[in-house]
């Protein structure tokens, strides 16, 4: 290939021309050099590129949750359900006595003698189900609940609920070897 440098066009441009083998027959060819102060993207360019990129994708999905008011759930989240109704399940399971008690305020209260001689309390305090563990400690185990009854047989514990919507949940816990029962 021969090239030749010289100006070509109105904008007197410097060029390479000459001629090139294009399979099987000459043609001309001319390869513009470009302007001092052109550059092409360069790495740096790039990297710069992605770091300001990858940046603005981290923050603005976090930017996004400040500026979005979540609304307030007024149900009971249905693992939360799950959640309680395994543990009660188990403590039902290991009493060896129950009671089911009505208090003045015509909410229930849940009472069990476990085999180690703890007495566990479920009641409803507010719009949570408190569990006490010999009337110590306050463990909240499920919250915007506006009420709850139990109904103990020997065998199944019934536990129905109601949460500060108005949607109802029943929960039946069971056991093997049948309880015994304070009157």
Request: glycine share 6%; charged share 25%; with cysteine.
């Amino acid at each position: 290939m021969e090239l030749y440098t010289g100006r070509i066009g109105k904008k007197k441009r410097f060029v390479q021309f000459g001629k090139m083998l294009n399979k099987k027959e000459w043609n001309n060819v001319v390869i513009f050099k470009s302007k001092k102060g052109e550059a092409g993207f360069t790495l740096l360019e790039m990297l710069l590129c992605v770091l300001f990129l990858s940046v603005f994708f981290l923050l603005v999905p976090r930017l996004h949750s400040l500026f979005i008011e979540k609304p307030y759930s007024k149900q009971i989240n249905s693992w939360e359900w799950d959640v309680f109704m395994e543990q009660v399940q188990l403590e039902f399971r290991e009493s060896q006595m129950g009671k089911d008690i009505k208090l003045e305020n015509k909410e229930d209260s849940l009472f069990l003698r476990m085999g180690n001689g703890a007495n566990v309390t479920y009641e409803l305090l507010g719009n949570n189900i408190v569990r006490k563990v010999n009337t110590l400690g306050m463990e909240i185990t499920l919250q915007k609940v506006s009420s709850l009854s139990y109904e103990v047989t020997p065998h199944v514990l019934t536990i129905h609920a109601q949460d500060i919507s108005g949607k109802k949940y029943q929960g039946v816990a069971t056991r093997y070897t049948p309880i015994e029962l304070w009157t």
